[in-house]
């Protein structure tokens, strides 16, 4: 069975979702540096102090940062089981350095889940997006209205919208997105590993399609 997993698109592709869908049905272990990088900021750490205004602008966090972050995490004994890779690699150092990571751990990256979606639908959907403060559900605000406005269906945490999900940091992200990440199609489509899905329509139809890749 495929286990190690990178999940790859644009900002509201649904990498995030597609994600949680999967963790629901493999024994993974879900690796998303924007999770983590926003746990740092609510800890208050020096990670988090680091990460909070480039994030907030719709930058990246540095490469070696987010390189000795991943490296750790893919490390840990729950990594064994496989993982799924949420936003990491964004830069070409860092699929290199993954690489190199993947090799010496002995835990290869086995597929690359591209997830190709329309300019205009991920403006739409990110501009409209809100997140539970205490689960990370997401929401949006005409394409998934919570039950109660304002209140997660699945824990009852209050949701918010994330800080760089403005206009501003979405045209910094995509710019970044395409200047920096696109290149990672060509690095691992060198290597075989890329397998794309049209993640322009619901949520559900991307997870069966990969899910039935999965299991193939
Ligand atoms: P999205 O995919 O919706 O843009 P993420 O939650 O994956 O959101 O990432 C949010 C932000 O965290 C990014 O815009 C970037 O500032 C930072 N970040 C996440 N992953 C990385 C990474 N691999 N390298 C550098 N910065 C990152
Ligand atoms: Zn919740």
Known sequence: MIKNIILMGPPGAGKGTLAKQLLAAYPFTHISTGDMFREAIKAGSELGKLAKSLIDDGHLVPDEVTIALVKERLSRDDC???????????????????????????????????????????????????????????????????????????????????????????????????HDTKPLLDFYRERNLIKNFDASGGYEQIFD????????
């Not at 205009?120 to 039950?147: D, F, M, W």
Request: net charge neutral; proline share 6%.
């Open 209 to 216: 399609q990969v899910f039935a890749y999965l299991n193939k």
């Open 80 to 178: 064994a089981n496989g993982f799924i890779l949420d936003g990491f690699p964004r830069t070409l150092p860092q699929a290199k350095a993954l690489e190199k990571i993947a090799e010496e751990i002995s835990r290869p990256i086995e597929i690359v889940v591209n997830l190709d979606c329309d300019t205009n639908e991920l403006i739409r959907r990110i501009s409209g997006r809100r997140v539970c403060r205490s689960c990370g559900a997401p929401y949006h605000i005409e394409t998934k209205i919570p039950q109660i406005e304002g209140v997660c269906d699945i824990c009852g945490g209050p949701l918010y919208q994330r800080k760089d999900d403005n206009e501003e940091s979405l045209k910094v992200r995509l710019g970044h997105y395409v």
